[in-house]
């Protein structure tokens, strides 16, 4: 006879085997589980144990229930005596399921373990003696109380036993409700799932919007006429008369005479604003003016001159801006004002940085991203401290091609500061923008214009002059005058002259592609700054080669202006 196991250590391993067993679904054929070491009845819908232990029946049923089932309940003379075949082997008795229900003597009516009814009438209890000890009411009270059922091997019929008593029992295991209620299980746990994955989705899928929104939000901040404050303006063309004195010579600021003027006022409140009246031309859509003036006057930048409104009168285009003390940089290259001092090296390096940062702005932070189309001199106002201001954004859309030319295409035929791709192909982008500004820079450092006159060749562009210069590594002779000359200036090494040198050419090569980007230009010139030294220590000569393709030759083009 094999040694039974421990009540505790089976249901353990009954526990480990049913989890496993769990997502098997079983089919018509296939044979139903049984866990290991029960037997299976022969209908296959329920696994018996044999517990060989004596213990009495509620300890019997105890163990029973930690295996998952309960004490056999027995439904048919088949499984009777498939039951007393398993009690045999070991003993002549065991424990089964049943237990008196009431404490009268006549009648008794039982019940099983899994809360079934007994039928009497299919397994007749054997009136067995029940060795009650004492006399009257107290042992028949200890009688029908305390009275299970007992099967034996060598009877078709059950018999009945004090409940204390020690047997072996016999355990079973309804397969079909194991089955439910891994079903049961399934059923829940498909449910929390599906709770759990769809309440991760909905937070996944509201963060993405979340985030999408709030960037769309960050962007029209920038680029949205309503979306941010402080708003703009519509003057009126006698606020604007009385502001400029009618526009009198003496409110005019140096520069834009042919596109029509920019003029100094003053408004009511006391501050400061210039005028810049458009040219008159075929450009008559109101609406679409107003609707380019407020989305430009939206855009805020250290650097770029902040529109504080315009002025549309039967044709007649104004843009109203926040006055720059300083004026045009044309102004303080050129024609110095009185009472004003030369720029000098460290000057013209932070006017060319902080517009530079202006332009890297337009190009890279707005979306869509602003060409300004018009970089020049005279665009380009400086502050009090000679921090650079960039005017104009968005005004050449409503400037015409022909005044386009007029306004850049210098004497002699040159270009000055147009890109050659707009000439040619009139296309404009934000490389014809890094080509402009490489004109300008040439001419911060050297204070001529991009084309003057000659008197031995007549006009000259400004890369007639300089290259030669560059190619026989002349670099300090490329300085504007006025920094050279001064006794009280400070003069830059030879090699930062060549450096900003060599960004001009980069900017200023004919293929667009291979310009940079203004951000990188930006690194550039912040890089270049460094301490200066005297004329007099500036002896290092650096030999640089210039590419052909860096060395702009002047372009002829012929316009029949109306």
Known sequence: MNEEPSCHYRHRTYRQKRVIMMPKVRSSSEEPPCPNGWVMDPNKTKCFLHVGRPQSWNDSETCCNKYGGHLASLSSLQELHFAQSLCGESINSCWIGGRRLNNTISGFQWTWSDNSQWNKSMFPLANVPLNCTGTGQSCLRNITENVCSVMTNNSKSLISERCDNPHASLCILDIDAKCNRHRDYLIILAVVSGLILSTTLAVIVWLLVYKRGKKRRRSRKLTDPAASLPSWKVFTKEELRSITKNFSEGNRLVGDAKAGGTYSGVQPDGSKVAVKRLKRSSFKRKKEFYSEIGRVARLRHPNLVVVMGCCYDHGDRYIVYEFVANGPLDKWLHHIPRGGRSLDWAMRMKIATTLAQGIAFLHDKVKPQVVHRDIRASNVLLDEEFGAHLMGVGLSKFVPYEAMHERTVMAGGTYGYLAPEFVYRNELT???????????????????????AVDSVGWQSIFEWATPLVQAHRYPELLDPYISSSSTSIIPETSSIQ?????????????????????????????FAQPPKNLADTTAIVVVEIPKILTLQPLTVSLNLV
């Open 430 to 452: 934000t490389k014809s923008d890094v080509y402009s500004f490489g004109v300008l820079l040439l001419e911060i450092v050297s204070g001529r214009r991009p084309a003057q």
């Open 499 to 527: 450096k900003v040198v060599d960004l001009v050419y980069s900017c200023t090569q004919h293929v667009p592609s291979m310009r940079p980007r203004m951000s990188h230009v930006v690194h550039q010139l912040q890089q």
